[in-house]
Nanobody
Framework: VQLVESGGGLVLPGGSLRLSCSAS????????MSWARQAPGKGLEWVSD???????AYADSVKGRFTISRDNPKNTVYLQMNNLKPEDTAVYYC????????RGQGTQVTVSS
């Protein structure tokens, strides 16, 4: 299993970013995919899931601002993040079905003025 997250960066409060996670080594289309984040000095926090049937779930802290989606032919899951806040600053990871032991190297998101 290999997961490669990308798309992070430095953004102003209120700005947007789209994260991507490219997956290989398992049957992507049959797998739920998840995003989590880890802020400095804190534990891993679940952010969102998308199931193989397209059903989605979000943490209350991001509901209404973040949108998860997937492109099965590209083996890629996305996280569109709008109206970003400083408290969204973290390293963001993806994993199949909340199996965080398989997560990639992560992508840094910094929200700051």
């Amino acid at each position: 299993v290999q997961l490669v997250e990308s798309g992070g960066g430095l953004v102003l409060p209120g700005g947007s970013l789209r994260l991507s996670c490219s997956a290989s080594g398992f049957t992507f289309s049959n797998s739920a995919m998840s995003w989590a984040r880890q802020a400095p000095g804190k534990g891993l926090e679940w952010v969102s899931d998308i199931y193989s049937n397209g059903v989605t779930a979000y943490a209350d802290s991001v509901k209404g601002r973040f949108t998860i989606s997937r492109d099965n032919p590209k083996n890629t899951v996305y996280l569109q993040m709008n109206n970003l806040k400083p408290e969204d600053t973290a390293v963001y990871y993806c994993a199949p079905g909340r199996n965080w032991a398989l997560r990639g190297q992560g992508t840094q998101v910094t929200v700051s003025s």
